[in-house]
């Protein structure tokens, strides 16, 4: 596929049949591609030749309100609508039907064979009680030679028929009996179900503290979904990493059969697979990553996106898209109800559900004995770690504690590696990555220095790159493998693994993590962000986060927020189950507004806080904001190019443009980088001024100018 601007005329052959929406190959120059028909014209006389299309692949066409929320998502992310049909139609293979086989069905009316060996009457005894397979298989499951099995074939003693591979998935049961709601739940409930019967627009937000059963309360609701219609089908997006074997299982208990899985683990056969049952409308939910959003469904009757404040909906590469935003815009074109589930949403989210645009469904109790963890500051200014150590003695104390009573502990940390900085003793050098402004982190674990931004890696010298001075290079501050070695060295009986990035390589490995700490078999886990969603460990009582105060060292519109959202996420993790937990954050600045917030656990105050800065400044939720990143090989020349460009923004009311400053991290990967950051009233169409913008420039071919409306991260 290439990303085309705007869709090209065709001519269809006359024994063709052709409808928009339908996938189809045609000439594109010298070269054959896919493409999708958009709409069909009328024959013009004496128009130029066109190029007849080639084939009709045999896929269901797309929906015409999914080429509405192709079109409408390409204006709104400012790109070719060629760009956004890439990602719908990512697995070209999957538009032929699946390849089929023989497989093996017992022949009621046959005639017994005569010469009925044992190893024969097993077969036969086996294919009356199991599901078809093929003879290969069939012989491996009965512990036979394949010949046994095409003798009794040959004999017409048992019959064959062509199936496909990939068999369909199994229908989901929406009439299995879930848990007893409690009242608060119950009620939520109910108005989520009478939402889904009204099979229109609608977005509801669950806020819930976590394990207030959020998951329980929707899958009411895709129950409601599929019992209005077996037919329906319902897609369900969770940040990747909590993409776990736990949620799948409790899909599969809540509704008999498992869900169908999008995420980037999956095997291009898998993948092929759930494209394709998701285009037939077999595949009836879906539980996927943010990409599964552009999934071809042809009768979406409702969307989850669970943790919707997770920064991971946000694709940065490529086309710049937040797929919670997406979610709501195709449920308008596709006129069915979303829900929004948090134990802390996002502020633009709680806002939009305090003015009414989104229902507001709270859940405020853990049902049964799981409480909210109590949580607890550590003033490190009183509570000093020894030197060179990272944990307090009361934080140690408290793990040693929890390992005594056979229970878990959790230590969060957003620091990969060893430490975040390698500074040389003899000349003061901090050691950066090539061509960029971004520290080295040093790995004990693989003995390299690490640019966590460009992938940049070395092993870490015996010399200072800069003086030569011989073992000279010292690794400051705590990285998570650096507190591991502290916790090894304090508590040497505990069982402790690490999970980050860098320690877990696949879903797999992670899947494989995630299940050991779920049966107990880890002591202390120690991670970064990765370990903060939705994962339930019920012996886990204890949570301490080594470094509260890092993470609000960000500086952009959402840092205090989002240090929020981590860190009352972690804390959650903590006493999930029967067992009370708690959990104890090491600040050196225990008065500010968020550690007091987080203490009292008082979200609401702290957001309101936020919220008021907003609106003075004019930020979203109150206005609009996109940003425009031009980036260039040569210093000079970017410098002027973001001139140019600055001095070409068009004129509109109520917007304004700041910049060309260079952009927070202003060299990367050998690319000079300037930024324009671009307010608007909300009454603008800020997409239709930044493509406008965008449209008019005339720039070098080696520049690249990236648009991204709704900035999260402002690097
Ligand atoms: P959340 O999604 O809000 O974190 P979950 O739906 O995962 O919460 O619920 C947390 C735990 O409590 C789960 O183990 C769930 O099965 C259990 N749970 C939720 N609601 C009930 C209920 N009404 N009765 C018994 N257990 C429940």
Redesign the pocket.
């Known amino acids: 596929m290439v990303p085309l601007p705007e869709p090209f005329d065709y001519a269809v052959p006359e024994e063709m049949h052709v409808e928009p929406g339908m996938v189809v190959k045609a000439p594109l120059g010298p070269i054959e591609r896919t493409g999708v028909v958009w709409t069909i014209g009328e024959e013009e006389e004496g128009k130029r030749d066109l190029k007849p299309i080639y084939m009709v692949y045999p896929s269901p066409p797309l929906t015409d309100a999914m080429r509405t929320f192709i079109e409408w998502s390409a204006k709104y992310t400012c790109v070719n609508p060629g760009s956004i049909l890439r990602m719908v139609l990512r697995s070209p293979q999957a538009l032929f039907p699946t390849k089929t086989q023989s497989v093996v069905l017992p022949n009621d009316g046959a005639e017994l064979p005569s010469r009925l060996t044992s190893a024969r009457q097993r077969v036969l005894d086996f294919v009356k009680h199991h599901p078809p397979m093929t003879q290969a298989e069939l012989g491996r499951e009965v512990g036979v030679s394949t010949s046994v099995v095409k003798g009794l074939v040959d004999l017409g003693a048992l019959s064959t028929e062509e199936r496909p591979v990939d068999l369909p998935y199994r229908r989901p049961d929406p009439d299995r009996t879930?848990?007893?709601?409690?009242e608060e739940?119950e009620s939520a409930a109910g108005h989520l179900r009478r939402r889904v019967r009204e099979a229109a627009f609608s977005v509801a937000l669950?806020d819930?503290?976590?394990?207030?059963?959020?998951?329980?309360?929707?899958?009411e609701a895709i129950a409601e979904a599929l019992r209005m219609d077996p037919d329906a089908q319902v897609l369900i997006l969770l940040p990747e990493i909590a993409l776990t074997q736990a949620i799948m299982k409790?899909f599969e208990d809540r509704f008999g059969a498992r869900p169908t899985e999008w995420h980037s683990g999956l095997s291009d056969a898998d993948r092929r697979r759930a494209w394709r049952e998701v285009a037939n409308g077999r595949a009836r939910i879906v539980v996927g990553a943010r990409s599964a959003l552009f999934l071809p469904f042809p009768n979406l009757r409702l969307a989850i996106v669970?943790e919707e404040h997770d920064g991971s909906y946000k694709q940065e590469d490529g086309v710049v898209y937040h797929a919670r935003n997406l979610c709501i815009a195709r449920a308008r074109f596709e006129k069915f109800a979303v829900i929004l589930?948090s134990?802390t949403p996002a502020l633009e989210t709680l806002h939009n559900a305090r003015v009414g645009r989104f229902d507001y469904l709270q859940?405020t109790a853990?049902?049964?004995a799981?409480r909210l963890p109590d949580v607890g500051l550590i003033d490190l200014r009183e509570s000093t770690p020894d030197k060179g150590d990272w944990l307090s003695p009361t934080l140690t104390q408290a793990l040693a504690e929890t390992l005594a009573s056979g229970e878990q502990s959790l230590l969060f940390l957003n620091r990969r590696g060893y430490a975040p900085l390698v500074i040389c003793k003899a000349c003061g050098d901090k050691l950066k990555s090539p061509g960029t402004e971004s520290w080295l982190t040093e790995h004990r674990y693989t003995g390299r220095l690490v640019c966590h931004l460009t992938g940049y890696s070395m092993r870490r010298p015996d010399r200072c790159p800069k003086c030569g001075a011989r073992d000279s290079l010292m690794g400051v501050g705590p990285g998570i493998e650096r507190v591991a070695e502290e916790v090894r060295r304090k508590l040497p009986e505990a069982g402790i693994e690490l999970l980050s990035s860098d320690t877990i390589q696949s879903g797999e490995e992670l899947r494989a993590l995630i299940g050991r700490m779920e049966q107990g078999e880890i002591d202390i886990l120690i991670g970064t962000q990765m370990i903060a969603k939705?994962h339930?460990f019920?012996g886990l009582t204890l949570v301490g986060v080594v470094d509260a105060d890092a993470s609000l060292k960000g500086g952009d519109l959402r840092a205090g927020e989002r240090t929020f959202q981590l860190l009352s996420q972690v804390a959650?993790r903590a006493g999930?189950?029967e067992k009370p937990g708690r959990a104890l954050l090491q600040t050196y600045d225990p008065d500010a507004p968020l550690m007091q917030a987080l203490a009292a656990t008082d979200r609401d105050t702290f957001l309101a806080c936020e919220e008021g800065m907003r609106e003075v400044m004019g930020m979203p939720p109150f206005g609009r904001l996109a940003a425009m990143i031009l980036s260039f090989p040569n210093d000079q020349e970017a410098a002027s190019l973001a001139k140019q460009i600055g001095m070409s923004a068009p004129n509109a009311e109520g917007v304004e443009v700041w910049g060309p400053a260079p952009a927070p991290i202003s060299v990367l990967r050998g690319r000079y980088r300037w930024r324009f950051l671009v307010r608007s009233e909300l009454t603008v169409d800020l997409s239709a001024y930044m493509s406008a913008w965008k449209a008019e420039l005339k720039l070098p071919a080696q520049a690249r100018l990236q648009v991204d409306v709704d900035p999260y991260s402002f690097l």
């Open positions: 879930g848990f007893t709601l409690t739940q669950i819930g503290v976590t394990g207030s059963g959020k998951t329980e309360v929707y899958f409790r669970d589930a134990a859940l853990r049902p049964g799981a939705g339930n019920p959650g999930r189950a």
